[in-house]
């Protein structure tokens, strides 16, 4: 399953929550793609602070550290 249809789906089944309700399997299935999203945009901030630098006035450059 791609990102869109994960996004897709949770859209869905949050539209389904607000309007009817969601069964017990619908929410662990919501529980799911919720994590699966908020997994994958952590791990693309992370891939995007390990390839910044910081330019400093007298040109050098020094990568992010972690803390």
Known sequence: MNMNEVIARINELAKKAKTEG???????????????????????????LENTYI??????KEKVKHK
Not at 37 to 48: E, F
Not at 55 to 60: A, E, K, L, Q
């Open 22 to 48: 969601l069964t017990a399997e619908e929410l662990t299935e919501r529980d799911k793609l919720r994590r699966i999203y908020i997994d994958s945009v952590k791990a693309n901030l992370v891939g995007s």
């Open 55 to 60: 330019v400093r006035p007298d040109g050098s």
